[in-house]
Nanobody
Framework: VQLQASGGGSVQTGGSLRLSCAAS????????MGWFRQAPGKEREFVAA????????NYADSVTGRFTISRDNAKSTVYLQMNSLKPEDTAIYYC??????????????????WGQGTLVTVSS
């Protein structure tokens, strides 16, 4: 299984970015997919997840209303649209996948497969 994250970059406060995570080596539609992030000196934290069909979603309070997670099972890709970015969103963003029906799991330990991370920097 391979997860390849991309789309990170540097933006100013209020800007937008769209992250992508392309999966291979798995039956993508069988996997709950999530996004996590890790800022310097901090633990990895949950950002968003969605169920296998992409209909049901789960967001961290800190990103609700600003970020949108989605997936395209035909392309084996999960996305994270990030709007109204703030300096506190600065982190390395990781996509993750798990063969489960539970998309409520916010613990990194609940996911078996991880992408390499993509850096998002938001300047004030």
């Amino acid at each position: 299984v391979q997860l390849q994250a991309s789309g990170g970059g540097s933006v100013q406060t209020g800007g937008s970015l769209r992250l992508s995570c392309a999966a291979s080596g798995l039956i993508f539609s069988h996997y709950v997919m999530g996004w996590f992030r890790q800022a310097p000196g901090k633990e990895r934290e949950f950002v968003a997840a969605l169920n296998r069909s992409g209909v049901r979603k789960n967001y961290a309070d800190s990103v609700t209303g600003r970020f949108t997670i989605s997936r395209d099972n035909a392309k084996s890709t999960v996305y994270l649209q990030m709007n109204s970015l703030k300096p506190e969103d600065t982190a390395i963003y990781y996509c993750a996948g798990e063969s489960t029906s539970n998309f409520y799991n916010r613990s990194p330990g609940g996911y078996s497969f991880w992408g390499q991370g993509t850096l998002v920097t938001v300047s004030s």
